[in-house]
C-alpha cells in the first residue's frame, strides 16, 4: 500500500511543484455565481501546477446544502481531471474518540477526501480514529498562522519530569506528532507567517509533511516558507494560496489570471527551491 | 435584546431541568433506520423534561447529505414543539478569522442554531466571529471528559508577565473565556469525568454556563457533576446526556425509555440541588 507521504511525493515530483491551493468560495468575490462551475473553472485552469487541492469546508457549509453539492461536484471533476492530485479538506475537526470516528468516517469514506486538517485540543484518543485511515494524511494544527495564535499555541510549558524542558505548547504538538506518526500519514500545519516558529518546528520533524497557509493575502514571505518548510530534499511542504490564486482577477479573465498567479507561485518556489540546491 | 444566558435561565426554569439531551444517531443502535423519524420520536417524548438538545454534527456528516437533510427536519421537528428549548450544536468548529466567520454563519444563520460547541486552539480571532452573534451562546472546549484531555489541556502553562502564575492550559482558557464574555454569551465545556478540573473552572467562572457531557456512558458521576458544576443560584448548567437517554432501549419501546432515563436524570439532579438548597 502506498502511505500518504509517497503519495505526496509522487505528485510533487510529477507536476514539479509545492502548490497547494484553496478552493474557498466567497459570494463577494465569485466572478460567476456558480459554485461548482468556478471550482471546475480554477481546476482546469491550474491542475498542472499543483500537488493538491484544498477546499475549506467552512466556505461550503456557509451556503447551506447547496454548498456542500457544489463541493461534491468539485471532488469529482477532479478527480477526473487527475485522480492522483491530492484532495485535502481543510476542517479543523477534533472531538472525543467515538465522535472524532463519526468525523473521520465523513471526510474520509463519505467524502473520500485524501487528507483532512484536524485539531489537537482534545489529544490523542480524539486523533486516533483519523490516524487510523493509514493511507490518509492527518494534518495537525501546530502553530497557526493567524494574530490569535499567539494566545494558546505559544504559551509556554513546563514539563513535570523536568523545568529545564519548557517549551511551547506548539513544539509539544509537535513532538507528539511524531511519535502518533505509525503509518507516514501524520501532517502538521504551520502557518507561513511565523518564519521563526516553523523553522523551529521543522528541526523537530525534519521529514513530516507540512501544509503552510498563510503566503500571499495573509503576508507570510513565499520563498522564506519554502526554504524553511521543506524537509532535506526539498519536498513535504504544500504551501498553499487561496486568494491569491483564486481570486487573482474576478473579472471575466478569472481562469487566466488565476492560471497566471499559480503559475508564478510554483516558479517562484522551485527558484527558492535550485537557490538552496534542492530540485 | 434577550441575552443566550437569560434564553437559557427562562428555560431551564420553565421546564424545571438541568437536562441537555445528545442526538447523536450511530446505525449500530438505532431501533429504527430514519434518523428523522427517531429524533422526533425522542423529541416528542422528552421535550417537556429538558432545556436543550445537541446534536453532534459529526453524526450526521458521517451519513452523507442524507444525514444533514435528517438534521434539518430535526431542528424543525424541536422549534415546532417548543421554540424556547435551546439546540446546541455540537461542532468544535474553530479557525483563522475570515473561516470561522464561514463557519459562524454556517451554524448561526443558515442552520441558526442556537448555540455551538468551539474550539479554542487558534485564540482570541479565530473565536470572535462566533461572539460576534450576541444572542447566541458560544460554548468554548475548556477541559473535556476523554482521556486525551490531559495530553495538552493539563499541561502547565507559564503566562509571560509573571512566572509565578502557572497554571495548566484548561485554566487559561477559562481565564480567556471570562475576558471575551462581553455579550452574556461565552460558555465552556467541562467533563463530569474530571470533577476536580470542573470545581477548578467554576471557582474561576462563578457564572458561565458550562456545557457538561460525560454523566453515564462515559463514567462521570452525575450527582457531582450538578453540584461542582451549577453557579451559586443553580443554574448555568447543562447535563448532557446522549446515549444513556435515546439509545435506553434499542428495541420497540425505545421512546418510553428514553422518557424514563430522561425523568430518571432529570429527577435526579433536582435532588441534588434540593439537597445542596437549591431550588
Same mark, same amino acid.
Given at each position: ?34 459554485? *461548482? ?94 490516524? !487510523? ?37 506548539? !513544539? ?18 504551520? &502557518? ?9 518546528? #521543522? ?31 526539498? #519536498? #513535504? ?6 486568494? &491569491? ?16 498567479? *499559480? ?13 538552496? &540546491?534542492?530540485?
Amino acid at each position: 500500500m502506498t502511505t500518504f507521504t509517497q503519495h505526496l511525493d509522487a505528485i510533487c515530483d510529477t507536476n514539479q511543484t509545492l502548490l497547494c491551493v484553496g478552493l474557498d468560495p466567497d459570494p463577494t468575490l465569485l466572478p460567476i455565481k456558480d459554485v *461548482a462551475e468556478f471550482n471546475k473553472a480554477i481546476v482546469d485552469a491550474t491542475h498542472d501546477l499543483v500537488c493538491a487541492y484544498k477546499p475549506n469546508i467552512a466556505f461550503y457549509e456557509a451556503l447551506g446544502l447547496p454548498g456542500l453539492e457544489a463541493l461534491q461536484k468539485t471532488v469529482q471533476h477532479i478527480r477526473d481531471v487527475n485522480p492522483s492530485i491530492i484532495i485535502l479538506i481543510d476542517a479543523k475537526r477534533g472531538d472525543i474518540g467515538n465522535t472524532s470516528a463519526a468525523y473521520a468516517k465523513a471526510l474520509f469514506e463519505v467524502w473520500d477526501f485524501d487528507a483532512a486538517t484536524v485539531s489537537p485540543y482534545l489529544g490523542s484518543d480524539g486523533l486516533q480514529p483519523f490516524l !487510523e485511515y493509514k493511507n490518509k494524511g492527518v494534518f495537525i494544527l501546530c502553530r497557526t498562522s493567524n494574530p490569535g495564535a499567539k494566545d494558546f499555541q505559544d504559551l509556554v510549558v513546563v514539563p513535570k519530569e523536568s523545568r529545564e524542558n519548557a517549551r511551547p505548547l506548539y !513544539e509539544m504538538v509537535a513532538i507528539s506528532a511524531l511519535e502518533w506518526n505509525k503509518s507516514g500519514n501524520v501532517g502538521l500545519v504551520l &502557518g507561513a507567517t511565523y518564519p521563526e516558529e516553523l523553522k523551529a518546528v #521543522r528541526d523537530i520533524c525534519p521529514d513530516l509533511p507540512f501544509l503552510i497557509p498563510g503566503v500571499g493575502s495573509q503576508g507570510g514571505q513565499l520563498e522564506q516558507a519554502v526554504q524553511l518548510g521543506v524537509n532535506a530534499l526539498g #519536498r #513535504r511542504a504544500l504551501i498553499n494560496s487561496s486568494r &491569491g490564486v483564486i481570486y487573482a482577477s474576478t473579472g471575466v479573465d478569472f481562469q487566466e489570471a488565476a492560471r497566471c498567479a *499559480a503559475s508564478n507561485l510554483r516558479d517562484s518556489m522551485n527558484k527558492a527551491l535550485r537557490f538552496e &540546491g534542492l530540485t
